[in-house]
């Protein structure tokens, strides 16, 4: 797989706590590259998180995760969010993944599933697994790289929506 752009990126975010979902998740959508954004509240070796390249939340208490990540092979750079300001823009986010040659950037701590066209980076939060905060139900989302399209699943693996991001 070496030199092989992924071409599905499984994008979870804020489970806080709750055993099964990130997991069950990731049985039914798995990609190449599977990313869970933080605030999971689990010992960063749990079991839960095994299948998932993973990021520190504000809640999460274990040192090992690191604050950021970017993966070369998808042009994704993904981070919780805190440290970003992303309640407020997406402005800092995009310049960070910038920074790294990133087409993606990827983030939580919202609970709100989004996903948008900051000065030419694909700014796309998953929601919140577990406690939704926008107008959907709980969400993760799977990101086509191929053919930049996003979709947005609830709980029960549904379609909530597909995103094309060259249309943003």
Same mark, same amino acid.
């Given at each position: 797989?070496?030199?092989?752009?992924? #071409?599905?990126?499984?994008?979870?975010?804020?489970?806080?706590?709750?055993?099964?979902?990130?997991?069950?998740?990731? +049985?039914?959508?798995? +990609?190449?590259?599977?990313?869970?954004?933080?605030?999971? !509240?689990?010992?960063?070796?749990?079991? !839960?998180?095994?299948?998932?390249?993973?990021?520190?939340?504000?809640?999460?208490?274990?040192?090992?995760y690191p604050v950021e990540e970017y993966n070369d092979e998808s042009k994704a750079f993904y981070t919780h969010g805190h440290f970003y300001d992303i309640k407020k823009t997406r402005?800092?986010?995009?310049?960070?993944?910038?920074? /790294?040659?990133?087409?993606?950037?990827? /983030?939580?701590?919202?609970? #709100?599933?989004?996903?948008?066209?900051?000065? +030419?980076?694909?700014?796309?939060?998953?929601?919140?697994?577990?406690?939704?905060? +926008?107008?959907?139900?709980?969400?993760?989302?799977?990101?086509?790289?191929?053919?930049?399209?996003?979709?947005? /699943?609830?709980?029960?693996?549904?379609?909530?929506?597909?995103?094309?991001?060259?249309?943003?």
């Open positions: 797989m070496r030199g092989r752009i992924p #071409i599905r990126i499984l994008i979870i975010s804020d489970n806080h706590g709750e055993q099964g979902i990130s997991y069950d998740a990731y +049985g039914r959508n798995a +990609g190449e590259l599977n990313v869970h954004l933080g605030d999971s !509240e689990f010992h960063y070796d749990d079991t !839960e998180m095994s299948h998932f390249n993973r990021v520190k939340g504000n809640v999460d208490g274990d040192t090992r402005q800092i986010l995009a310049e960070r993944a910038r920074e /790294y040659g990133a087409k993606y950037a990827f /983030y939580g701590h919202s609970h #709100i599933a989004k996903a948008e066209n900051v000065d +030419g980076i694909y700014c796309i939060n998953p929601g919140s697994i577990s406690e939704s905060k +926008g107008q959907w139900p709980e969400s993760y989302a799977v990101l086509d790289t191929e053919n930049d399209i996003v979709s947005f /699943y609830d709980r029960s693996h549904q379609i909530l929506e597909e995103v094309s991001l060259t249309k943003l």
